[in-house]
DNA sequence: TTTTAAACGAGACGGTACGTCCTGTCTTGCT
DNA sequence: AGCAAGACAGGACGTACCGTCTCGTTTAAAA
């Protein structure tokens, strides 16, 4: 029914879990959130899709929800792996881009919008997600502006994370809220006034 | 949104609605989205704390999310209705400290919230909660800085709306996203910097 | 929306109700029942298809049993007004054979059966359904015997009660249970039996 | 109807249902048809009395008149199972009189009461009701007069069907149609007038 | 001729039960 | 031991009618 990596050859019986079950849960929720959407994503269709009984699936995880973090935890990180610039403003420029396009243009960012918007609903999904995708994206967001410090391109007293607010904030605003593009143009002008403010 | 004749008080008949009816459904889906948040939030138990037949609610709402957008309408109108100050400055960090008052800390900012989130769920969620409420917001952010071009205290070519989205961004991203506090300080320093990037 | 009978001028207001509503249900009534089915019988669907309000229909009956007892009341009397012949044999077998055609090949008679099912499942139905259809009709039944014992063809110590349960009882089985046809030949041969046993 | 294995008691998975739910639903329909009429007999309220979900139900049975027509097979047939009599006299008054008592006197009959009154509502119910019960019951009427023409106490050319029609039809109208008491008198007396006019 | 009150059409109301869908738990037999 | 399969108790969904109610219109008898 799928695929059965070769890596996994030991797997699903009386030695622990299946790797190929789930691998195929994952995929078929990430497939059927772009398909359907969150609202019509459910545990059965997952287990149909997937071929996968339910109870495989609450064997382990608890939730759709559950499932969407782990998948999106290995998609984000993927996405942000990448080397920095020497110069400030090109490092701060390359990232907001890259945050913009994760946002707007990839599937994995399309499970990070219906994480946040279930996280308006409900208090436990909104702890998972700040601490296992909120913070560690505000680490790496974090990373530009404290290269800058460290190479003494910024000041050591730099208030960086109201300047993370300020550099992020209207990117997720408009993928959140106004769900208007975010062309490179509007990250550029962003990073540009935020070092124009400081000279 | 609805006519509410004085003398059409006490209907449910032939020519109109119950106005009774329809203030209790849109009271008891703001209490109980507070108490239970949205996941929890079902018409059977709208109708229930209402005292409400469940097909009176499928009469004049087609979700919960609708009876939400009709009690939200209302609630951010009159949240936010209020006079202009002289100074752009002034002007600026009252508008924002009232709408980070608004997404923060009152009932109607949850309803608000909950309203964003399953925006991310649902695009015909997404299109009325565009079009009845982020447009409707978007214009009573753009009015500061507007009064400040008519009156010469910003030039007649400002981009309006790269300012709207540096000024509010911030703070929808605490709000939806980090779940931080908004304090006073915070909108402040929004207003700070962006007129101290103007001179 | 329907016809209004000439004898009925002067109704639906001031003084007395409206000819032309009662009929129109009635008849709205008896449709309904031979298309649909008693179980698909609604009061809503008996309104609409009178052009009459819920209202007039609950201010005159109180259930849609009671519209097809007026209903029946009216043709059953009808259909056995005629008159009697001189022979017992004669009489006996043009009178159940003009009940077999009731039961099986009327309009009127599936409202008969359509009520004696009724009566199965409501104890209120069953009581009116006794003494007004069920009484009616037994009387009509004894008519020929009774003749018969006047003119000195049956012994005045006949039983006529065990008589007529002899004598229609299996008609009625036919009608309600087996839903055979009940043929001439075999009313025929039920007043033959009756007959030939009292020789 | 359903095999009961003695070895699959525990069921409700993978390989079979639950026959703890089946005979729960059994029996609550039953005693809720007596309690409360077929009228109000509901779905949910059977789901309710037997402890089991809608879903349960709606699984195995399409509507509650199927569920008592799979009561009704197993109580009709337990009733009817007895030895035959030598006489042709005796095993007809024994057979009228268990069919009197069943019908007016013990809760199968209710519910068979019920199911022929629904039968006249429900053509699809009076379908599976002659097919299930009435031909069934039928061929147990019909086996005393079988009896007697095998062991030539009736010729072998009696008309049986026409018999049967005459014997059992005024039980069934005075149980369905004018609801008097069918006493051992009656029922002998129904005998005596079929072999009387036989002489 | 005007007033006026009963019956009317329309249809919104609080309810109950419907039949469907999905939840999360369970039991079974296979691998 | 993990798995696919699927029955189970539970509960919300959205729909259809129930029987009640209030409205504004119609109409004929009373004033």
Same mark, same amino acid.
């Given at each position: 029914?799928? /695929?059965?990596?070769?890596? /996994? ?21 990430? %497939? ?20 996968? !009984?339910? =109870? ?14 782990? @998948? ?13 610039? +020497?110069?400030?403003?090109? %490092? ?5 881009? &890259? ?7 990839? %599937? /994995?960012? $399309?499970?990070?919008? !219906?994480? $946040? ?10 702890? &998972? ?7 560690? =994206?505000?680490? &790496? ?6 290269? $800058?410090? +460290? @190479? ?26 106004? &769900? ?8 550029? !002008? ?6 124009? !403010?400081?000279?």
């Amino acid at each position: 029914m799928y /695929a059965r990596p070769v890596e /996994a050859r030991h797997r699903g019986n009386r030695h622990g879990r299946s790797e190929a079950a789930r691998l195929a849960v994952l995929e078929a929720a990430d %497939d059927l959130l772009v398909e359907l959407g969150f609202a019509s994503l459910t545990i059965e269709g997952i287990a149909a899709r997937a071929g996968v !009984a339910k =109870q495989t699936i609450y064997r382990w995880w608890s939730s759709k929800t559950d499932i969407l973090l782990e @998948s999106l935890a290995v998609d984000a990180v993927e996405h942000f792996d990448t080397a920095a610039h +020497e110069d400030l403003g090109a %490092d701060l420029r390359a990232h907001l881009r &890259r945050l913009a396009v994760f946002l707007t243009e990839t %599937d /994995a960012g $399309a499970v990070w919008l !219906a994480l $946040a918007g279930q996280a308006q609903h409900d208090t436990a999904v909104a702890a &998972r997600f700040e601490a296992e995708v909120v913070l560690p =994206q505000r680490e &790496r967001d974090r990373a530009p502006l404290l290269r $800058a410090i +460290e @190479s003494g391109a910024l000041p050591g007293n730099e208030d960086v994370e109201l300047a993370i607010d300020q550099l992020v904030g209207p990117i997720y605003y408009r993928a959140l809220v106004t &769900r208007q593009p975010v062309p490179a143009r509007f990250t550029d !002008a962003l990073v540009s006034h935020y070092l124009g !403010a400081r000279t």
